[in-house]
């Protein structure tokens, strides 16, 4: 494997660094209205209207959050309350990492600045870095990108932010379809797959596969 020392290693966070917990979520919301295959179609159906919802021009992630978990329950016959959507909002700032996270970060943290881009809010995107127990040299989010990954903008904005060049970073994510297909077609060159079960293989766009956070120092010959 050939190491790569770049300037910046960039992250997605949520899902990649942090446990996207939306699946609880709706668990913790329908489970007791839904059987299991059920729970599992609307887990798989929110999944892909909140990515649908963000395709878009930039809106608050809450109303992300609103408009995919109403359009859920009326494709799988559940009612739907507003109160319910604000909840599961309001859950997303109390989220910690993957247990392989706070050492894997620390260790590579040591050498080479660390970015996150993030599709979070501002309001909320702090409590969930304060728990990854390392230093970053920043955060960006959609909201102050005005974009929301998978769209290009979002990348370039952090890109201009960082005044880098896409073959100076090492971006890290868990998704393909958030992430690593738009860092591919922006010539992002240098990437990582974090495996973590969210989506299958595709080696088409180029990327060094690890099963956590603690493969990256590796990556970048630590």
Request: proline share 6%; net charge negative.
């Amino acid at each position: 494997m050939t190491v790569f020392k770049p300037k910046f290693v960039t992250f997605d966070c949520h899902g990649t660094l942090i446990y996207f917990a939306m699946d609880k979520a709706a668990r913790a919301l329908y489970g007791d209205k839904l059987d299991e295959p059920a729970m599992q179609q609307f887990i798989t159906n929110f999944s892909a209207y909140r990515l649908d919802e963000i395709l878009g021009d930039w809106k608050p992630y809450e109303e992300v959050v609103y408009n995919s978990l109403e359009r859920t329950c009326r494709s799988n016959g559940v009612a739907f309350r507003p109160e319910d959507a604000r909840w599961v909002y309001e859950q997303v700032p109390t989220w910690g990492p993957h247990p392989d996270v706070p050492a894997g970060l620390a260790k590579v943290a040591k050498e080479i600045p660390l970015v996150i881009l993030s599709n979070a809010m501002n309001e909320q995107i702090m409590s969930n870095v304060e728990k990854l127990g390392a230093p970053f040299h920043a955060v960006y989010t959609a909201q102050q990108a005005q974009a929301y990954k998978p769209r290009f903008r979002a990348f370039e904005y952090m890109l201009g932010q960082l005044n880098a060049n896409p073959e100076d970073i090492l971006h890290v994510s868990s998704s393909f379809r958030y992430d690593l297909m738009s860092a591919h077609d922006l010539g992002i060159k240098n990437k990582v797959w974090v495996n973590r079960g969210h989506e299958p293989a595709n080696p088409y766009y180029g990327y060094t596969e690890i099963k956590d956070i603690s493969g990256l120092a590796g990556v970048v010959g630590l």
